[in-house]
């Protein structure tokens, strides 16, 4: 595995691209949050599998799925960005958060949990947060169950954990995200058992588009409020979304009376906007640097510092 480019500026974001003796490509992240200070919050996104086989409509990453990425090939993301900064391995960082979120869904590759198990023996992080975001793809019980032992053994108060629903409708869910996958009754059941006192919230993320369907009372029907937070991101510019017609909502959601409703029934909610040079770094997710090296006709809206 071998690092071939770089992208992004240290204030905001970088995009690694490496390339493996196969000659498959792989991205990796690390990010920061302005103002806020690297030392105080610092974020690196690897992945975790080659292309990813879900295909969702507005994720660049997804398609050409070529295999999982190693144990190895996973630590050596991470490895590139710490020893860039932290050549000992002692990242003294307050919010160390590492997301298994770049390419690829993690359920589908069993490495992601040996990696979790082994990796305060690796690095010395007090502040580390490990993030899982997943569709739950029907058939990956067993990587739920083992994720369910590590997190109550090595991470118990300091686990992200984040269902990717995306709308209200199973429906239109369906549609966004084409293969089998967790009702929101098996999702919420999981939840449940997840969650103990002390945890974090499991997340539940909408990348909202114009026509997406967000029913607070569907919410309220399957997620407790005491356990299950909602985090609302922008749709982003990537290919996918402009192919498929897939347009954001969120430009108007600030001041949208749905955040009313989900305080008013209870739920804590996070507005995740990040900084709008991401796009242009192509740093924010579902956007996947490749993707635009490879097409005839760049986007304008994200992707600018890439030629």
């Known amino acids: 595995m071998k690092v071939i480019e770089c992208h992004g500026t240290d204030e905001v974001a970088k995009v690694y691209l490496a390339k493996n003796d196969k ?8 990010s920061v949050q302005p103002p806020i200070p690297r030392e105080e919050k610092w974020v690196l996104i690897i992945s975790t599998l080659y292309g990813c086989p879900v295909d969702c409509k507005f994720c660049d990453a997804g398609g050409g799925y070529k295999g999982k990425v190693s144990y ?4 050596f993301q991470i490895d590139t960005l710490v020893e860039s900064r932290y050549s000992d391995k002692k990242i003294p960082v307050k919010k160390f958060k590492i997301q298994f979120a770049r390419m690829g869904e993690p359920a589908f590759n069993k490495d992601v949990l040996k990696l979790l198990g082994d990796f305060h023996d690796i690095y010395e992080a007090p ?7 997943t569709i739950a793809p029907e058939g ?3 990587f739920f169950d083992k994720l369910l ?5 090595k991470y118990n108060g300091s686990f ?8 209200t409708s199973e429906e239109e869910r369906n549609h966004l995200i084409p293969i089998k996958k967790w009702h929101f009754e098996k999702i919420a059941a999981y939840g449940n058992t997840f969650y103990r ?6 997340t539940l993320n909408f990348a ?3 026509d997406s369907e967000f029913n607070v009372d569907k919410l309220l029907k399957y997620f407790d409020p005491e356990k299950f937070l909602i985090k609302i991101t922008p749709l982003n510019p990537t290919y996918k979304a402009k192919a498929n017609g897939l347009k954001s909502y969120f430009k108007d959601f600030r001041n949208d009376r749905k955040l009313d409703e989900l305080k008013g029934v209870g739920y804590d909610y996070i507005l995740s906007i990040g900084e709008l040079e991401e796009n242009q770094i192509g740093s924010n997710c579902g956007q996947y640097v490749i993707s635009h090296k490879n097409s005839e006709n760049k986007m304008k809206e994200g992707y600018n510092y890439i030629k």
Do not use: A, W
């Open 23 to 30: 000659g498959n490509y792989i991205e990796f992240v690390e």
């Open 72 to 75: 190895e090939e996973m630590l």
């Open 127 to 133: 502040g580390f947060m490990p993030s899982i975001s």
């Open 140 to 142: 990956t019980d067993r």
């Open 149 to 153: 032992e590590i997190k109550n053994e």
């Open 160 to 167: 992200q954990l984040q269902f990717s629903l995306h709308s």
């Open 197 to 202: 006192e002390g945890d974090r919230k499991i």
């Open 208 to 210: 909202l588009s114009e």
